[in-house]
């Protein structure tokens, strides 16, 4: 059986890879396959697989990259993953991708697809859509549509037609992983000194880059040995982290809010392999079972509209309620206009069900650690001072 710092190991060498290695060795492996990168939070990876491609999460460029060139495109008033994902792809670090996606987060990332296009006319690019109407007959409609494109696209790229039995049988994989990242943080909700916030974040980047074949055995290998391995449990606080679901944290900041007191038992760092909240169906009509589970099945958050007005910020009490958490932190990108303007509603929420919470921006450079750590120091402090018995 590996150990976990095994896992992990290689977990932070492929975060640390701004040049996508594995992904290139992938596509190198064998004649044909092709690589579409997509930006968070979510698209449907299952087509992309039953093409014979590989997804590939481009997540932009996170503390370790300097932007120079990237700055020239975007102004300073925006989150900077727009600017640090032009800059993996003017350097170069992107060359080997040959179509990327640009999911309906924002009018940022709607208008990159538009700069992509002009920047890299050899690379496919699309803005990929998703409805904001939750009726069958008319979201469900025009997200049949939106798939059907995509599908043709991806035939395209392979150079075969993407058949329904492809699909289903890439649905059934992915349920799998699904079912693998629900199981890894089922347990650190359990017992999060078993599974460390960080440790949980490497692993599900790493699933950013790798054929999903390959992290379900990952995952399947980690869940053992996190299990059997005894780690020392600490009078921490058990928090929900949210805001950070397209812009990704340094991973100095996940350590610190630990560091800090806080045990993160649950989070919305990587929505897109836990978009769908339970099995997609791996039969029928596959396009219209990835359309009635993005309606029907999915998760609540920021970029997504929410038509219940009495619903909206209930998720993240369940998400309290579900982990035993004791209070939220809202860790928003900078200029995130998704995540910050919808913040004060959450809030309201969570002061309705006499939940505490505390509220910080950063942006995925962040080098400055201490008034993070300081300030999530103090909440788990007052957790543990005033909160009722």
């Not at 350590?255 to 392999?273: H, M, T």
């Not at 998400?319 to 998704?338: L, N």
Request: charged content about 25%; some cysteine.
């Amino acid at each position: 059986m590996a150990a976990s710092a095994d896992i992990i190991d290689r977990c932070q060498h492929i975060f640390d890879d701004l040049h996508f290695r594995a992904a290139r060795d992938w596509k190198a492996a064998v004649p044909g396959r092709f690589v579409v990168g997509y930006m968070p939070f979510y698209v449907p990876r299952e087509l992309i697989h039953a093409a014979g491609g590989l997804p590939l999460g481009v997540l932009g460029g996170g503390d370790q990259l300097e932007v120079i060139h990237g700055d020239a495109y975007y102004q300073s008033y925006i989150c900077r993953i727009p600017r640090s994902t032009l800059e993996l792809a003017v350097t170069g670090r992107l060359d080997f991708v040959d179509a990327m996606l640009f999911p309906s987060t924002c009018d940022v990332i709607r208008n990159l697809s538009g700069m992509w296009k002009i920047l890299f006319p050899k690379v496919r690019a699309r803005y990929f859509d998703v409805p904001q109407n939750f009726s069958d007959h008319i979201g469900g409609t025009f997200y049949i549509h939106e798939l059907t494109e995509l599908r043709a696209l991806l035939a395209e790229l392979a150079a075969h037609a993407v058949t329904d039995d492809a699909i289903r049988a890439s649905i059934a994989l992915y349920n799998e992983n699904r079912r693998l990242v629900r199981a890894v943080y089922a347990l650190r909700a359990r017992m999060p000194w078993q599974a460390p916030a960080a440790e949980v974040y490497l692993l599900m980047r790493a699933g950013m880059v790798l054929a999903v074949e390959e992290h379900n055995r990952m995952l399947d290998a980690y869940l053992e040995a996190a299990a059997a391995e005894k780690r020392p449990m600490r009078d921490n606080s058990r928090v929900v982290v949210t805001g950070a679901f397209c812009e990704q944290p340094p991973l100095n900041l996940i350590k610190s809010i630990e560091l800090a007191g806080c045990y993160i038992v649950d989070d919305d760092f990587l929505l897109v392999n836990r978009w769908e909240k339970s099995d997609v169906p791996a039969e029928g009509d596959p396009i219209a079972a990835l359309a009635g589970a993005y309606l029907h099945n999915s998760v609540n958050m920021a970029a997504k509209y929410e038509p219940d007005e009495e619903r909206k910020g209930l998720h993240l009490v369940e998400a309290v309620r579900r982990t035993d958490a004791e209070g939220v932190i809202f860790a928003c990108p900078s200029f995130c206009d998704p995540a910050l303007l919808d913040r004060p509603m959450l809030q309201t929420v969570l002061a309705r069900h006499n939940i505490p919470y505390i509220a910080f921006k950063y942006a995925e450079n962040s080098g400055q650690m201490q008034p993070i750590r300081e300030q999530a120091g103090t909440f788990a402090d007052s957790i543990k001072l005033w909160s009722e018995p």
